[in-house]
């Protein structure tokens, strides 16, 4: 059975002849374990709603489901006693076609389902819409939008790294540092770290970006893991060598087309963090 007849079949109508789907078989079909993880990515996908200027309660309709928990049996070895049933109250939503395809461009890339699942909910017309939208962005709506997309391909680019045998943390942060090295001059993330005064240990330097300087790291994330899937790069030097020279490149067309360098963009006070908190304490406030 192909995922996307799993997603029509989970389709539902309204009595009105909408059609919606629950979060809840929403989570199965795309293979996330637990509700907990699919949660963020449901409020990551509100957010970029609220965003496109779109009516998040519209989209995302919060309902209650009541829903059996197990049962326990009496100790009295009596025929007439049954199985005491259980019942707790959770959280679910009702989920526009729109907020699907927010929720599918917000989850994990990696996953083959996630890809299906974007073509399903019209990926391109969107993709489309979001463009015409983006000039239409202030600064931190830029920042939340790039973010996000950053935490996505860059999932796709620590795949591409461990086929080349990157696996350990460790060796990770030194690939990562060898892309920084080549965009921002040498400097790598605690540098950029100590310079934006960031707290590594606590915050993500991309946090404290711009969304010009996101967009070039954007580029520089895109274009590596393109250029290692198609030349096959299957070693840690390869790859670290690749991230590098890609991170270089990207910092020579910035400097053909006198562009800002990305060491001299300002640093932003809030972080995405904060960004993010805030939009969704005010869809909460506005609940």
């Given amino acids: 059975m192909s995922k996307e007849k799993t997603f029509e079949q989970i389709k539902r109508t309204a009595e009105n002849g909408t059609e919606f789907w629950l979060a809840r078989e929403l989570q199965e079909v795309l293979d996330y374990a637990k509700w907990d993880n699919f949660y963020k990515v449901i409020n990551t996908a509100k957010i970029a709603c609220k965003i496109s200027q779109q009516e998040v309660d519209n989209h995302f309709v919060e309902i209650t489901k009541t829903v059996e928990i197990g049962g326990r049996k009496s100790k009295l070895e009596i025929p007439d006693l049954r199985k005491v049933k259980r019942v707790r109250k959770i959280k679910d939503y009702q989920l526009t076609r729109y907020a699907c395809y927010l929720i599918v461009m917000n989850g994990d890339p990696r996953k083959e389902v996630i890809a299906l699942g974007q073509t399903y909910f019209a990926v391109k017309t969107r993709q489309q ?98 250029v290692m899937r198609k030349n096959n790069v299957n070693t840690k030097n390869d790859a670290e060598q690749t991230h590098y020279k890609i991170g270089k490149a990207v910092r020579n067309t910035i400097i053909e087309v006198d562009g800002t360098l990305p060491e001299d963009m300002p640093t932003p006070t809030d972080s995405i963090k904060t960004i993010e908190r805030k939009q969704l304490h005010d869809l909460k406030k506005k609940k």
């Fill in 129 to 226: 819409e979001f463009n015409e939208l983006y000039d239409q962005l202030n600064e931190d709506e830029r920042r939340l939008f790039l973010r996000g997309d950053i935490r996505q391909k860059n999932q796709l680019l620590a795949q591409a790294a461990h086929k080349a045998g990157i696996i350990t943390p460790h060796e990770y942060a030194t690939f990562q540092d060898f892309g920084y090295r080549g965009l921002y001059d040498g400097e790598n993330a605690s540098d950029i770290a100590r310079r934006k005064g960031v707290d590594q240990t606590k915050e993500s330097i991309l946090d404290y970006m711009s969304s010009l300087e996101l967009g070039a790291n954007l580029f520089r994330i895109l274009t590596t893991e393109d």
